[in-house]
T-cell receptor
């Protein structure tokens, strides 16, 4: 299974943009890049996913490198409610199980 | 509202007893998954199922069993063979890949 590498922790100030990096140098051509976040004692929450092109939704943006070996989750204006563990995951693409393999994630702290 | 429900939220059992964790979804998702999370760790896949009456082992299936008799339900039994059953258990569902996952709110199992 292809793996991802994320920093253990990051800090941000409230109302500033946050760029959360993820390296996935062994990604295969059919692997989608997924991002989830988890608050303490809760189940993970879907944030965004993409394959090759950059993606935007109401929660965040996903910037994917041209070689797909890295990606960045962008929170445009961090709020205190964005403090969570963020997981970058490679989801197996077409024709297979769809199981997601979680790593350790990045713990994001947001300072007021 | 569509969603995924895990019950109970907290569960206490004596060592040596089997215990079954419930997971129900009304999202009409084909695939369902069970994950285990230990303190400060990421999620580890126990079992997953893409279709009724079929399921596959994940990375840490030993000491666990599942069934998938209905599309909506995917109960997990933690057997006495599981050496360290105390953990936070998360159930998830998804459409067949690459759709996003929806997670339940989890069951915290404590074995004493």
């Amino acid at each position: 299974d292809a793996k991802t590498t994320q920093p253990n922790s990051m800090e941000s100030n409230e109302e500033e943009p946050v760029h959360l990096p993820c390296n996935h140098s062994t990604i295969s051509g059919t692997d989608y890049i997924h991002w989830y976040r988890q608050l303490p004692s809760q189940g993970p929450e879907y944030v965004i996913h993409g394959l090759t092109s950059n993606v935007n939704n109401r929660m965040a943006s996903l910037a994917i490198a041209e070689d797909r070996k890295s990606s960045t989750l962008i929170l445009h204006r961090a709020t205190l409610r964005d403090a969570a563990v963020y997981y970058c995951i490679l989801g197996h693409g077409s024709g297979n199980t769809g199981k997601l393999i979680f790593g350790q994630g990045t713990t994001l702290q947001v300072k007021p | 509202d569509g969603g995924i429900t895990q019950s109970p939220k907290y569960l206490f059992r004596k060592e040596g007893q089997n215990v079954t964790l419930s997971c129900e979804q009304n999202l009409n998702h084909d695939a369902m998954y069970w994950y285990r999370q230990d303190p400060g760790q990421g999620l580890r896949l126990i079992y997953y199922s893409q279709i009724v009456n079929d399921f596959q082992k994940g990375d840490i299936a030993e000491g666990y069993s599942v069934s998938r008799e209905k599309k909506e339900s995917f109960p997990l039994t933690v057997t006495s063979a599981q050496k360290n059953p105390t953990a936070f258990y998360l159930c998830a569902s998804s459409i067949i890949p690459p759709g996003g996952y929806t997670f339940g709110s989890g069951t915290r199992l404590t074995v004493v």
